[in-house]
């Protein structure tokens, strides 16, 4: 039986996956090239009754992506192709359960930060925060 993180986690890499191969969790190892796509569960609630075979929860990721140099875009137009991948899906059926939907969070904007320089390299990130609800089966 899969949990709704696991389910969760595996539709966002397969999601995102056509749009590049660099994803990793968050944080990613430094010896990874450039740009890549970092994934955090950042929060998460549950919401059925007691007894209930089946689990829906909605799971807030951070989704990053991040590249070098001093030009910012493209690094937001990864990001833009990460949002197109995974945003406004309608329920789909997953190993071990559904995912119900995945949305932006408006709360949380896109935060692009230009010219972040560490080491004197610098460094571009576009992200924001995604609530999915995922259905778990626990039958």
Sequence with gaps: MKS??????????????????????????????????????????????VGDPFAVEY?????????????ARPANALAQQVYEAIARVNAEAVEGGIVHHCIRDARNPIVPIDHEIHDNVIYQRNGTRYELMVQADRS
């Design 59 to 71: 799971l807030i990721y951070q989704i990053d992506v991040y590249d070098e140099g001093r030009d």
């Design 4 to 49: 709704a993180r696991d389910i969760a986690e595996a539709w966002l890499y397969s999601k995102i996956a056509a749009v590049t191969t660099n994803v990793h969790r968050a944080p990613a190892p430094r010896d990874v090239p450039y740009p890549l796509v970092a994934l955090q569960l950042v929060g998460a609630r549950d919401a059925r009754k």
